[in-house]
Structure formats: structure tokens, C-alpha cells
């Protein structure tokens, strides 16, 4: 889990992942299964707005979306790219260069 999302995943939260709680996508009470791609990292403060009208789902691209309940909804991020830098370069400037790329 602390590899995939490396930290809490809700917008515009910046908690570690080591101080976050797992969190089921799709509710277990509901029928949610405990896969690993079903689950996020969330810290306890966003871990309770499940219980507040958030929703969570899982996109095709791993990221978790946090959809907020219709009264509150006015354009906000949906998700956390905080955690993952490679997502504003492209994984093409971030990846290593070769010893060889340097001469």
C-alpha cells in the first residue's frame, strides 16, 4: 500500500504514508472486497469524511477520486497527485538516466 499511494490520497493532503489508515475504495459494508487495488491510504481526519457523505472510487489509472456529497460539491481536486511528482513531469523526466546518458 505505502509503495502504491505513499500517502494519504485525498486532495490536497500532504500526511505520509506511514501516519495513514487503509481505506476501502468501495465500502466493505456494502460488498467492497479487501483487494489491494481496491484500497487507498487515507489519514484519519479524511478517513472519517467516508462517514460524512464522501464517496471513493478507484480510476483506471490507480488513482483514488474523492467525490464530495452534493452540497459541498463547487469544482474542487478529486485527487492528490502530492505524493507523486512523476505525474507533473511525465514518467519521461523522471525516470534515471543511464551512466551512459551522461557522457
Known sequence: MHSKDRGCAAPGCDVPGYWTEVHH?????????????KLTLACKPDHK???????TIKLANG???WIPPPHLE???????????????????RVRRRSPRDRL
Not at 74 to 92: C, K, L, S, V
Open 63 to 65: 488513482q483514488t477520486q
Open 25 to 37: 475504495a468501495h465500502d466493505w459494508t456494502r460488498g467492497g472486497r479487501t483487494d489491494i487495488d
Open 74 to 92: 463547487h469544482g474542487q481536486a478529486r485527487t492528490n497527485d502530492y505524493h507523486h511528482p512523476e505525474r507533473f513531469f511525465g514518467e519521461e
Open 49 to 55: 469524511m467516508a462517514d460524512k457523505g464522501w464517496r
